[in-house]
């Protein structure tokens, strides 16, 4: 290998930027990232609609288990935060419910009440509850919450998100994003009639002022040397014995290193050696995200001045959960004060198809069967964007097909990265994403092992 090897980058999102911050940091010269898209930003990317909104694609919010991230952020955007506290809600049954939902079932109509409660007693009695290793996503949260709980919220909602069952799923994606229950904090809480609304990694989050979270990306980009960046530029092809890149415009580029964020199923479509794992694309599990932003006039009602998001596990909503966006930052609308945002996120796949031609419509009916807006409200803007892979599904068996994937590449220095990249949602936030960049770097350049794409999330 050379003293300067030739390290490709392919996309500009947390990841990619991530790898060519470190590349940069090093003093490494012999690098070039490839983007498709004309823009920074990958996933994390913000759009600004026709009539002037800002939307992000997907509910972000920014928190972090790193230093490094952290520092990297007040490079990307200095004093231009917004700090927020968390607050989350359920809307069900007609009525606010604090999340995490599990600590606040005191708020429930009287009758699931009980039910969620005879549930977590009935494990709580049970000598086998928890003997052995759950098989399922499903299995795990009937082992947690039992069944009142699971029939109440947790199967409606996960599958509302996921847009599969949960029987469907694994468990190694969960760590700290599902909070379990404590029996006792629960009976506390409906004795006092309290709100419990403490639990989690991103109780505050820090939020760009202007621009979205888009900005942040657009930052780091525009701080990496010009010429190392370049867009509109799709990779076609992939010869990983004889390493070289192919683009639609028909350039190509040798390598003797890849650090991929594309995802891991067109990673390997694109292979044309003498891959021995052209059987896996199909074996990938996703599901697709609409979002739907809905600008408007005046201000949002009392019920929704401070809230960040909302989650909705009944059918009578089409999404999942809705971020009031402009409460994120008052230039997320065109003029501050005198409009306000909602930003609906709805999943599909083919076990929960979307009619795309109505999908926008639904949402505003949604929005008028919770109250949050009524018939006089002044629609100012309604925006539409499809992902097609938005999340990636921790399927059962994906960890064996993600061995073998790993195992190819790597003989061939391609390292496959990023939210979709590795197509691990344990490890798929931005900062995550962001350090599976840099430590791609590390073990490529400095030699020194890779601790997020492998699930540890320490912080030396």
């Given at each position: 290998m050379p003293d300067q090897p030739r390290i490709l980058i392919v996309g500009a999102g947390p990841t990619g930027l991530g790898a060519a911050w470190r590349i940069n940091e090093l003093g490494h010269e012999n690098w070039t990232l490839y983007e498709a898209a004309d823009r920074a930003g990958g996933l994390?990317?913000?759009?600004?609609?026709?009539?002037?909104?800002?939307?992000?694609?997907?509910?972000?919010?920014?928190?972090?288990?790193?230093?490094?991230?952290?520092?990297?952020?007040?490079?990307?955007?200095?004093?231009?935060?917004?700090?927020?506290?968390?607050?989350?809600?359920?809307?069900?049954?007609?009525?606010?419910?604090?999340?995490?939902?599990?600590?606040?079932?005191?708020?429930?109509?009287?009758?699931?009440?009980?039910?969620?409660?005879?549930?977590?007693?009935?494990?709580?009695?049970?000598?086998?509850?928890?003997?052995?290793?759950?098989?399922?996503?499903?299995?795990?949260?009937?082992s947690?919450?039992?069944?009142?709980?699971?029939?109440?919220?947790?199967?409606?909602?996960n599958r509302k998100v996921w847009a599969y069952e949960p029987r469907q799923m694994n468990t190694d994606w969960m760590g700290e994003r599902v909070p379990t229950v404590d029996l006792k904090r629960v009976l506390r809480n409906l004795v006092y009639e309290r709100d419990d609304v403490g639990w989690g990694p991103n109780a505050t989050f820090r939020f760009p002022l202007r621009g979205g979270t888009g900005a942040i990306w657009k930052s780091v980009a525009g701080q990496l040397p010009e010429e190392k960046l370049q867009f509109g530029k799709e990779v076609v092809s992939v010869d990983e014995v004889n390493k070289i890149i192919g683009?639609?415009?028909?350039?190509?580029?040798?390598?003797?290193?890849?650090?991929?964020?594309?995802?891991?199923?067109?990673?390997?479509?694109?292979?044309?050696?003498?891959?021995?794992?052209?059987?896996?694309?199909?074996?990938?599990?996703?599901?697709?995200?609409?979002?739907?932003?809905?600008?408007?006039?005046?201000?949002?009602?009392?019920?929704?001045?401070?809230?960040c998001w909302i989650y909705f596990p009944e059918d009578d909503v089409p999404c999942y959960r809705v971020t009031v966006f402009s409460n994120y930052s008052p230039y997320n609308v065109p003029n501050p004060g005198a409009e306000w945002s909602l930003m609906a996120e709805v999943s599909e796949s083919d076990q929960k198809p979307v009619k795309y031609s109505s999908i926008v419509d639904d949402v505003i009916c949604g929005f008028k069967k919770c109250g949050f807006i009524d018939d006089s409200t002044q629609v100012e803007s309604r925006f539409h964007h499809k992902l097609e892979q938005g999340y990636p599904t921790p399927w059962l068996g994906r960890n064996d097909v993600l061995e073998r994937a790993e195992k190819y590449l790597r003989q061939y220095q391609i390292f496959s990265r990023g939210r979709f990249g590795a197509w691990k949602y344990e490890v798929s936030n931005q900062d995550h994403s962001v350090m599976q960049g840099v430590e791609a770097v590390n073990l490529v350049l400095l030699g020194e092992p890779e601790r997020t794409y492998y699930g540890d999330m320490s912080d030396d």
């Open positions: 994390a990317a913000s759009v600004v609609d026709e009539n002037g909104f800002t939307w992000d694609l997907g509910g972000h919010v920014l928190f972090s288990h790193y230093k490094y991230f952290d520092r990297l952020m007040d490079i990307a955007l200095a004093d231009q935060w917004i700090e927020h506290e968390r607050e989350a809600w359920v809307w069900m049954r007609e009525r606010w419910i604090p999340y995490p939902f599990q600590y606040n079932i005191w708020r429930l109509p009287h009758e699931e009440l009980v039910e969620c409660l005879d549930g977590l007693l009935d494990l709580k009695g049970s000598q086998n509850g928890h003997s052995s290793e759950p098989g399922s996503f499903q299995e795990w949260l009937l947690v919450f039992g069944d009142g709980l699971c029939d109440t919220f947790m199967f409606p909602y683009f639609s415009d028909g350039s190509a580029d040798r390598f003797d290193y890849v650090i991929s964020t594309m995802p891991l199923n067109h990673l390997l479509r694109r292979l044309t050696g003498t891959s021995n794992v052209s059987d896996l694309p199909s074996e990938f599990v996703y599901s697709s995200s609409h979002i739907v932003g809905i600008g408007l006039a005046g201000s949002p009602p009392e019920d929704l001045a401070s809230k």
